[in-house]
T-cell receptor, first 115, second 114 residues
Framework: AQSVTQLGSHVSVSEGALVLLRCNYS??????LFWYVQYPNQGLQLLLK??????LVKGINGFEAEFKKSETSFHLTKPSAHMSDAAEYFC?????????????FGGGTRVLVKP | EPEVTQTPSHQVTQMGQEVILRCVPI?????FYWYRQILGQKVEFLVS????????KSEIFDDQFSVERPDGSNFTLKIRSTKLEDSAMYFC????????????FGSGTRLTVV
């Protein structure tokens, strides 16, 4: 079964500093990978996805993520944090092959941005 | 941009009562899902639905749960006899085709069982 591990349930960054959120997956074949953001009391919004094309993926709000097969990782970064980035971020994985396959989520990382 | 719509946004129910959570997926999507998120915890898969039948369900999705797509537009999750531990945010999601297209989530229904 697929699994996703997000290292660090909470991350605190200063405004303007680098945001780095870690995600590792376990899968025998490279899956599709996604990052979602959840603002307080809201739903899940897709930030970006990796679907076997370019390994460096750019998403919304200045976020990007790099797929590294050798490290089974898909870490999310943003060069300069903004106060509006305070939210919870979820990494998720889906098998490429299965037609109706589900998303499996990591435990989430809550980001706090300090002024 | 097309959206997945969930109603109601918040529902309070008494323990033992039946609840139906409603979702309207994006119109040309073929795959449908329910997830739940207990407060402060991770998002958990409940069930996937394709071609008018369940394609996969989790251990959470026991006999108390059922799903239906009654009219080709709505996708519902029914909990027959709610328990306190069913209190959670329930998310509906849909997908057009292959997983590479991505999954679109609704804003969720917060279910509170008292």
């Amino acid at each position: 079964a697929q699994s996703v591990t997000q290292l660090g349930s909470h991350v605190s960054v200063s405004e303007g500093a680098l945001v780095l959120l870690r995600c590792n997956y376990s899968s025998s074949v490279p899956p599709y990978l996604f990052w979602y953001v959840q603002y307080p009391n809201q739903g899940l919004q897709l930030l970006l996805k990796y679907t076997s094309a370019a390994t460096l993926v750019k998403g919304i709000n200045g976020f990007e993520a790099e797929f590294k097969k050798s490290e089974t990782s898909f870490h999310l970064t943003k060069p300069s944090a903004h106060m509006s980035d305070a939210a919870e971020y979820f990494c998720a994985v889906s098998d490429q092959g299965a037609a109706g396959n589900k998303l499996t989520f990591g435990g989430g990382t809550r980001v706090l941005v300090k002024p | 941009e097309p959206e997945v719509t969930q109603t109601p946004s918040h529902q309070v129910t008494q323990m033992g009562q039946e609840v139906i959570l409603r979702c309207v997926p994006i119109s040309n999507h073929l795959y449908f899902y329910w997830y739940r998120q207990i407060l402060g915890q991770k998002v958990e898969f409940l069930v996937s639905f394709y071609n008018n039948e369940i394609s996969e369900k989790s251990e959470i999705f026991d006999d108390q749960f059922s799903v239906e797509r009654p009219d080709g537009s709505n996708f519902t999750l029914k909990i027959r006899s709610t328990k306190l531990e069913d209190s959670a945010m329930y998310f509906c999601a849909s997908r057009r085709g292959q997983a590479s297209y991505g999954y679109t989530f609704g804003s969720g229904t917060r279910l509170t069982v008292v």
